[in-house]
């Protein structure tokens, strides 16, 4: 108890991943303190690792910008990043990866917020595909994207407008727990108030649910209002997600799993 053999997960990761990915992600919220930070922390870097597979930008014409710290990404800026250094440096403690910038490519012009359904149950494998699409967002569009889950309500695990580090951002999404009824409509709505603070060219909303609204609002009419729709639903549950993507015109795709989940957003965004 309060133990996780490390070995023993990555052999079950190579043998059944989905499954491993649920567990691993049911672990986070266990009791055990101990265990539950290990598993946090094992399933934020697994996460993390499985989201860069497939293409890692949208297309178009690349930039040098500053960004937020994220490894094995850019090079530090050390002019933006000094006072972190300094302070580091004076107090002789570790760098808070938060207070550290980046010089790296981007591809300027394409905004995202992600909306993932925490409605229905949030444990297990749902748990662990919303933390992938989370993190795949944030690999796809770092310097320009929200994550925000809803309910009846609406909670941001990172706003468009706020800089937050990948780590923190799917540990927020681990945190979640399924409760209550579903308002997709103002999901949408909220989507299309954190993509207004952005300046892109191209602004697109990927909602990651089975669609089936329990709280009264005009889905279609929310939808509508949204420069463009992307839907990732359960591939054993998407009849509602089909109907509504029929009447807005929205792309969609469904997923099969934690394992799925970055290829189904890049089958999404790319096509």
């Known amino acids: 108890m309060g133990e996780l053999d490390e070995s023993a997960l990555e052999q079950a ?24 930070e290990l598993a946090r922390r094992l399933a934020g870097k697994l996460f993390l690792e499985l989201s860069r597979r497939g293409p890692a930008r ?27 250094l300094v ?16 010089r790296s490519w981007t591809t300027p012009g394409t905004a995202l917020c992600l909306l993932v359904d925490r409605s229905g149950s949030m444990g297990g494998a749902p748990l662990a595909t919303a933390a992938v699409s989370a993190a795949a967002v944030a690999w796809r569009a770092p310097g320009d994207y929200s994550v925000l889950s809803f309910g009846k309500e609406v909670v941001a695990a990172k706003s468009q407008d706020l800089a937050k580090s990948n780590e923190a951002v799917v540990d927020a999404v681990l ?16 989507a299309a ?16 649910s089975d669609c ?10 929310a ?41 189904a957003l890049a089958r999404a965004l790319d096509d």
Do not use: C, H, N
């Open 193 to 208: 108030d954190q993509l207004s603070r952005s300046t892109a060219g191209r602004k697109v909303t990927v909602l990651l």
């Open 87 to 102: 302070r580091s440096r004076a107090e002789g403690v570790a760098v808070d990866p938060d207070e550290l910038s980046i």
């Open 223 to 263: 939808a509508a209002a949204l420069d463009e729709l992307v839907i990732v639903a359960p591939e054993s549950d998407d009849a509602e997600a089909r109907d509504l993507a029929a009447a807005t015109g929205a792309k969609i795709t469904t997923v099969s799993g934690p394992s799925d989940a970055a290829t």
């Open 58 to 84: 949208p297309r178009g014409i690349g930039r040098l910008e500053t960004l937020p710290y994220r490894p094995d990404v850019g090079d530090i800026d050390i002019d933006a990043s000094m006072d972190a």
């Open 175 to 190: 945190a979640l727990r399924g409760f209550g009824t579903t308002d997709v409509a103002g999901a949408l709505r909220a």
């Open 13 to 36: 990761l190579e043998e059944r991943p989905d499954d491993t990915m649920a567990l691993l992600a049911e672990f986070t919220g266990a009791t055990d303190v101990e265990l539950r």
């Open 212 to 221: 089936r609204a329990t709280v009264e609002g005009d889905v279609v009419a």
